[in-house]
């Protein structure tokens, strides 16, 4: 109860606490079905504030995050529910910031390789391509 209560966990990460700790199968779901009626343990719960976190602090794009929960193992629904936590407004202007602190790191003088270098960037930051195609046009002109 004290690991889920520290943050909210996925069921993945107490099922392999758990093992951690050489609990027998029966024990485990035991011991998960007692957090998910005692309200500790909540996969909705748990990707809603992945999802917040990740994007506000780490300003992570929609796609990353997304990877993200599907390698901790939440479903398809949920996760798509959880994004819903991603205002437009926000995420737009959260590409706009990423690209512009990025531009003012940058030091090459080619424009085509700024781009390139701003485009890559992004991508990697987990931003959809015609979003971060629409910045970059519009943050360095041709």
């Not at 936590?85 to 990423?98: N, R, V």
Request: charged fraction near 35%; include cysteine; hydrophobic fraction near 35%.
């Amino acid at each position: 109860m004290q690991f889920c209560a520290y943050r909210d966990r996925s069921h993945k990460e107490v099922e392999k606490k758990l093992k951690a700790m050489n609990m027998i199968p029966a024990a485990r779901e035991h011991i998960i079905i007692k957090l998910m009626e005692e309200g500790f343990l909540n996969e909705e719960r748990f990707a809603r504030s992945f999802v917040r976190g990740k994007f506000r602090i780490k300003k992570w794009g929609r796609i990353k995050i997304k990877q993200e929960l599907k390698k901790r193992e939440i479903s398809t629904p949920i996760i798509k529910l959880a994004l819903t936590e991603i205002k437009e407004t926000e995420y737009y202007e959260s590409l706009e910031q990423l690209a512009e602190k990025k531009l003012a790191l940058t030091k090459e003088s080619d424009t085509f390789k700024r781009k390139q270098k701003l485009i890559s960037y992004l991508a990697q930051k987990g931003y959809e391509s015609n979003l971060v195609y629409e910045v970059v046009n519009n943050s360095i002109p041709t």
